[in-house]
């Protein structure tokens, strides 16, 4: 069973410190537990039985596992009502539930199985980080209702972010860092209330900053570094209430100033800091290779979401004026 969630953890920053806070845990953390509150009002996962959950992992061994000769020889080896005991990276519940699949580092080379949706709501985790893994993510996983924890970082992954996924109202941690995503960040994922930790760095994500992902109520830790962001910092992001580390740097084409109401609450990921997270625009390479230039002034904040249609038709940035790190 998954351990309690840790507090904020990246997979690319180390411990926190008093001035220089470095949040991310070791190569692959604890997966978090789901939030309380949404395991509270949701209905309770339909029974799967243990030959049916055996079934569909075995007829996706071909797409998914063609590269992973041990993985395969576990699978086909056992028999089904071994799926939770030998069958490796598998982890059942106490109910003989399929609820999280862990295959990081073991090579696989296929493609993410849209056949997966088929296990509903008794899926929880899935976690295959550092292999060779292609294709598109699956909008069909949109039926996998119980999913709260997703680590497909460092593959091969290509495509768009699936709007789709916007109804998995469970998720809470989801790494796509290091892979070659495309397209615009999906505004339909500003519904997804539970969700804690994103991580999106080191794609070829395009387009503009949604409104709309300021009603990410629970956001803690955002990663867009090393993308193709373009425009402006929409200042609704100011009141996301609960966001305290975020990566901006290497979007060259994200202009514009930063929301005043982050300042002294949140924390930016220094290029060539070692991946340390610190509070001041001015340190080293925080907006290294973006065209934003400092903090926006507390009054065009404010303003802003009345007046930034105005501001971009006058060539002036969406988030107002700008007041210098020295300017307090």
Not at 157 to 183: D, E, I, R, Y
Not at 292 to 319: D, K, V
Request: glycine share 10%.
């Amino acid at each position: 069973m998954p351990a309690p969630r840790p507090a904020a953890a990246s997979t690319k920053s180390p411990a926190p410190a008093p001035t220089v806070y470095s949040p991310a845990p070791s190569k692959t953390p604890t997966p978090p537990a789901p939030p309380a509150a949404a395991n509270a009002t949701a209905a309770a996962p339909a029974a799967v039985t243990t030959a049916a959950q055996a079934a569909l992992l075995l007829s996706t061994t071909q797409q998914l596992m063609a590269g992973s000769s041990s993985v395969v020889r576990s699978w086909r080896a056992a028999t089904a009502g071994e799926i939770c005991s030998k069958w490796q990276g598998i982890s059942c519940s106490e109910q003989q539930q399929l609820v999280e699949v862990k295959l990081t580092f073991t090579n696989l080379r296929g493609v993410l199985p849209v056949q997966w949706a088929g296990l509903g709501s008794i899926l929880g985790q899935v976690n295959m980080a550092g292999n060779k893994l292609m294709g598109p993510l699956p909008r069909e996983w949109q039926a996998l209702k119980g999913l709260y924890f997703v680590r497909l970082d460092d593959n091969n992954l290509s495509g768009p972010l699936p709007p789709q996924w916007s109804q998995l109202s469970l998720l809470s941690t989801v790494n796509l860092g290091k892979n070659f995503l495309t397209g615009p960040l999906p505004g339909s994922w500003g519904s997804l209330k539970n969700l804690a930790e994103l991580y999106l760095n080191n794609n070829m994500v395009n387009g503009s900053l949604p409104e709309a992902w300021s009603g990410m109520d629970s956001l803690y830790f955002l990663t867009l570094d090393n993308n193709q962001l373009s425009g402006t910092i929409p200042q609704a992001w100011g009141a996301m209430r609960s966001l305290r580390f975020i990566s901006l740097h290497d979007n060259p084409l994200l202009t514009g100033c930063v929301p005043a109401a982050w300042r002294g609450r949140v924390r930016f990921q220094g290029k060539g800091t070692n991946f340390e997270y610190v509070a001041s625009l001015s340190e080293e390479g925080v907006l290294a290779n973006t065209g934003l230039s400092g903090w926006c002034s507390s009054s065009s904040s404010s303003s802003s979401s009345s007046s930034s249609s105005s501001s971009s038709n006058s060539g002036s940035s969406r988030g107002g004026s700008v007041v210098q790190e020295d300017g307090k």
